[in-house]
């Protein structure tokens, strides 16, 4: 049995997931599919999450934490 699943994505993001699943021949849906079995099948993400930039790996989870507990 399947079940719907729906989030909300970025547009521009969202275009540009469509463009590259058709370029590798393949549709978003089931690259989410794959990433959902992969997150299960390993119980953790099938790859490392980075920043755009060596600053962004760095203060990131700084930030994050702040965010979190409302510090300014």
């Not at 794959?34 to 997150?39: G, R, S, T, Y």
Request: net charge neutral; hydrophobic share 35%.
């Amino acid at each position: 049995m399947t079940e719907m699943f729906r989030c909300r994505v970025d547009k521009a993001v969202l275009q540009r997931a469509h463009e590259l699943s058709q370029e590798m021949g393949t549709s978003t849906s089931e690259l989410v599919r794959i990433f959902l079995k992969a997150l299960v099948k390993t119980g953790q993400l099938p790859f490392m999450p980075k920043g755009e930039t060596e600053e962004d790996e760095m203060l990131g989870p700084v930030k994050r934490r702040r965010e979190m507990l409302d510090y300014t």
